[in-house]
């Protein structure tokens, strides 16, 4: 069946780079693009950027300045994220979603990643 | 940014009886090519958002038929005619007309 998995939870110091894995499974990686989702505790859901599967295009949300990247992996059946600077708001819980195109919802999530920022 | 409103924040309701929730954006939604791009998740407890309704008013595959989505422009309504004990957690909606996408403030749902 269509599934993304991610990676297990990490724990930073500050100032630390983080990566969360997503790997998907059950369908064509190529034919579908990936949105990163987090959400601090208490707080709204946050969309961050996505990668355009096929051609690995990327579109990042201006609010974390050039500290988040995503690329998807040589193999072409998962994706990452990559952010880097870590500060506390940064604790969060991490998804990936996949979206099939522009007039699709993001309709398969995973199962979300913890990312704690702590001295 | 586009903000989207959601309101209530919260609401309690008993199983079998109707729920309306209203997202009001910023600004429309509404695109050149006629699809309003606006979305619904639900996040159960302790699970990861799924998705309801997309373009404003498509049900998602596998999801029943009493929850619909209307509206266009900047003002839209997630409506269960039916509310069942399953239903109950945070309901978003979420605009992609625009990067960054942004949700709303979430909606809880109860069940009295």
Redesign the interface.
Known sequence: QVQLVQSGAEVKKPGASVRVVCTASGYVFTNYAMHWVRQAPGQRLEWMGWINGHNGDTYYSQRFQGRLTIARDASATAAHMDLSGLRSEDTAVYYCARKPSLNDGLDVWGQGTTVTVSS | DIVLTQSPLSLSVTPGEAASISCRSSQSLLHSNG?NYL?W?L?KPGQ????L???GSNR??GVPDRFSGSGSGAVFTLKISRVQAEDLGIY?C?Q?LQ????????TKLEIK
């Open positions: 699809y979305d998740y996040q990861s958002p799924q998705l309704i997309y373009l998602a595959s978003y979420m992609a990067t960054p996408h942004t949700f709303g403030q979430g």
